[in-house]
Nanobody, 125 residues
Framework: QVRLSESGGGSVQAGGSLKLSCAPS????????MAWFRQAPGKEREGLAA???????RLTDSVQGRFSISKDNDANTLYLQMNSLKPEDTAIYYC???????????????????WGQGTQVTVSS
C-alpha cells in the first residue's frame, strides 16, 4: 500500500503564501492522477486541484488564480502553491492519488485510492 506524506503546512497571515509538498512512500508512476483536497472543521472534504499524466490540471473555482498544482516526476513529488491565502482557506490539506485511466475529478474523493495523513494550514486575518 502506497502511503502519501504531506509537508509544508503552517500558520500564515492573510495574503501570505505556502507551498505544500506530497511524497509517496514508494515510487508512484507518473501515469497516476494526483490531487489536493482539504477539509475544514464541520465541512465536507473539498477537492481543490488535480493533475494528470500529461500535466493537465483542474482547479476548483474557489482557488482559481490563487493556487496552482504541479508535480516533479523525477522527484516523484506533488506540489500545491498557495498564494493570496484567506482565513477561509484554513483546513487540513490532503494529497491523494489514483491509478491510471483516471480523470481530473474533484467531486469524487472516494475514487482516489491513496491518501496522506494531512497537513494543517491556518490563515489568520
Amino acid at each position: 500500500q502506497v502511503r502519501l506524506s504531506e509537508s509544508g503546512g503552517g500558520s500564515v497571515q492573510a495574503g501570505g503564501s505556502l507551498k505544500l509538498s506530497c511524497a509517496p512512500s514508494v515510487y508512484i508512476a507518473p501515469t497516476y492522477c494526483m490531487a489536493w483536497f482539504r477539509q475544514a472543521p464541520g465541512k465536507e472534504r473539498e477537492g481543490l486541484a488535480a493533475i494528470d499524466r500529461h500535466g493537465n490540471t483542474r482547479l476548483t473555482d474557489s482557488v482559481q488564480g490563487r493556487f496552482s498544482i504541479s508535480k516533479d516526476n523525477d522527484a516523484n513529488t506533488l506540489y500545491l502553491q498557495m498564494n493570496s491565502l484567506k482565513p477561509e482557506d484554513t483546513a487540513i490539506y490532503y494529497c491523494a492519488a489514483k491509478p491510471p485511466l483516471c480523470t481530473l475529478d474533484l467531486q469524487s474523493p472516494e475514487t482516489y485510492t491513496n491518501w496522506g495523513q494531512g497537513t494543517q494550514v491556518t490563515v489568520s486575518s
